[in-house]
C-alpha cells in the first residue's frame, strides 16, 4: 500500500507546508495531492513543488470540473507533467451546487453526462493523436451553437505531451457517479471510507468497471483520510466530531447528501438521521455528539500513534491501493510508513 499526503484547504503558507513535503519526499511517501475549493487553485502549488521535489508524485484533489474547460485542464495537466518529469496525475470533481452557482456562477446540471464527457475531450487533448473533435449533449467542439462566428476549426494542441496518457482520478461519493469512476477512471478519490465496509461501499464502483469489461486492478482506490493525533483515542475522536458532523448532516434544498447515503450504507443510517435532525435543529453540539465512536474509528486515524499504527493494520490489509493522509505531523507520517 503506498502513502499519501494531502494539503488542506485556505493556502496554507509554503514555507510551513514545504518542510513537511521535503520530509514525506525523503522517507518514501509516494504522493503529495493539492486540494481546491474556493480559495487557492490546486494547479499553482503544483508548478511549484515540481521545481524543488524530485520524487514524490503530484496530484489534484481536485480540480474542479466547472471552473475549467476540457481544453484548459488538459494543458493544464501536460504543462504539470512536463515540469514535474511525469509525476502528474489529474484528480478531478464536480465539486458541490453551492460552489459552482455560487462561486463559478455556472449552472450545476447534469452532473454525470458533463463528467464523462469532459473526461473523454481532456483524454483526446492530451492523446495528441489527431485535431480534437466532439459532438457531445454538452461540449461540442469545435463550438458552432448559437452566437458562433462560424469559423472555428478543430485544433490540436502546439504543445507535445511528455505521456499520452495522464492519469486520470475522479472524486466521487454518490452511487452513479462512483459506477462512472469504475468505468473511465483510473483512480478513485474517496472521501469516506472503511475497510469494514469496503464490499458495500466498492459495489458501485465494481458494476462499473465490469460494464467497461475493466478489471479491478485499473481503478486504483485513494481514500483521503482525516487524521486526529492525541492523547487518548477519545480526544481524538472527539476532535473530529464537529467536522464529520457537518459532513452528514449538512442539507440544501433540493441537493442530496451523499455522505449521509454512504454511512447509512455502512449501518449507520439511525445515527445518520439523528445527526441531520440536530443539524436542520441549528443544534450543532448535539449533532457532534450524535456522531458514532465507531464510525469515526473506522473512517479516520485518531489518537496516540501506538493507536494509529495498530489501526493501519486494517487498512493495510483492505483494497486501497494510495491511503491520503490529511496530516502535518512528520513523526506521524514516518510511523504511517514504516507500518504500510
Given at each position: 500500500m503506498r502513502l499519501g499526503l494531502a494539503m488542506g484547504y485556505g493556502g496554507e503558507p509554503i514555507e510551513q507546508m514545504l518542510p513537511v513535503i521535503r520530509h514525506a519526499e525523503r522517507i518514501g511517501v509516494d504522493s503529495v495531492w493539492s486540494v481546491e475549493e474556493y480559495g487557492p487553485d490546486a494547479v499553482s502549488v503544483l508548478g511549484y513543488l515540481a521545481a524543488v521535489t524530485e520524487r514524490i508524485e503530484l496530484g489534484t484533489a481536485i480540480m474542479q470540473i466547472p471552473a475549467r474547460t476540457p481544453a484548459a485542464t488538459a494543458m493544464?495537466?501536460?504543462?504539470?507533467?512536463?515540469?514535474?518529469?511525469?509525476?502528474?496525475r489529474l484528480g478531478l470533481g464536480l465539486s458541490v451546487p453551492?460552489?459552482?452557482?455560487?462561486?463559478?456562477?455556472?449552472?450545476?446540471?447534469?452532473?454525470?453526462?458533463?463528467?464523462?464527457?469532459?473526461v473523454e475531450i481532456v483524454r483526446k487533448a492530451i492523446a495528441h493523436e489527431e485535431r480534437v473533435?466532439?459532438?457531445?449533449?454538452?461540449?461540442?467542439?469545435?463550438?458552432?451553437g448559437p452566437g458562433s462566428t462560424g469559423r472555428a476549426r478543430p485544433i490540436r494542441s502546439e504543445m507535445t505531451p511528455l505521456r499520452p496518457h495522464v492519469p486520470v482520478y475522479l472524486a466521487a461519493i454518490g452511487p452513479r457517479n462512483l459506477a462512472l469512476t469504475g468505468e473511465i477512471a483510473d483512480g478513485w478519490l474517496a472521501g469516506m471510507y472503511a475497510p469494514e465496509h469496503e464490499t458495500a461501499i466498492l459495489a458501485p464502483l465494481e458494476e462499473g468497471i465490469a460494464r467497461a469489461g475493466r478489471s479491478p486492478g485499473e481503478v486504483r482506490i485513494c481514500p483521503i483520510v482525516y487524521v486526529a493525533r492525541a492523547r487518548t483515542v477519545q480526544e481524538g475522536r472527539d476532535g473530529l466530531r464537529p467536522l464529520f458532523a457537518h459532513l452528514i448532516g449538512a442539507a440544501a434544498p433540493g441537493v442530496r447528501n451523499t455522505y449521509?447515503?454512504?454511512?447509512?450504507?455502512?449501518?449507520?443510517?439511525?445515527?445518520?438521521?439523528?445527526?441531520?435532525?440536530?443539524?436542520?435543529?441549528?443544534?450543532?453540539?448535539?449533532?457532534?455528539?450524535?456522531?458514532?465512536d465507531r464510525l469515526l474509528d473506522e473512517v479516520a486515524l485518531l489518537g496516540p500513534i501506538e493507536a494509529i499504527v495498530e489501526r493501519l493494520a486494517a487498512w493495510r490489509e483492505s483494497r486501497v491501493d494510495t491511503l491520503i493522509?490529511?496530516?502535518r505531523d512528520t513523526e506521524l507520517l514516518e510511523a504511517a510508513r514504516a507500518a504500510l
Open positions: 493544464t495537466a501536460m504543462t504539470l507533467d512536463v515540469l514535474s518529469h511525469g509525476r502528474f453551492w460552489i459552482v452557482e455560487g462561486w463559478h456562477g455556472l449552472p450545476y446540471e447534469r452532473p454525470l453526462r458533463r463528467t464523462r464527457e469532459y473533435r466532439y459532438e457531445g449533449e454538452i461540449y461540442t467542439l469545435p463550438y458552432t449521509t447515503d454512504v454511512v447509512a450504507q455502512m449501518g449507520y443510517e439511525g445515527a445518520a438521521h439523528d445527526v441531520r435532525k440536530h443539524f436542520a435543529d441549528g443544534d450543532k453540539a448535539a449533532a457532534a455528539a450524535a456522531v458514532p493522509l490529511l496530516s
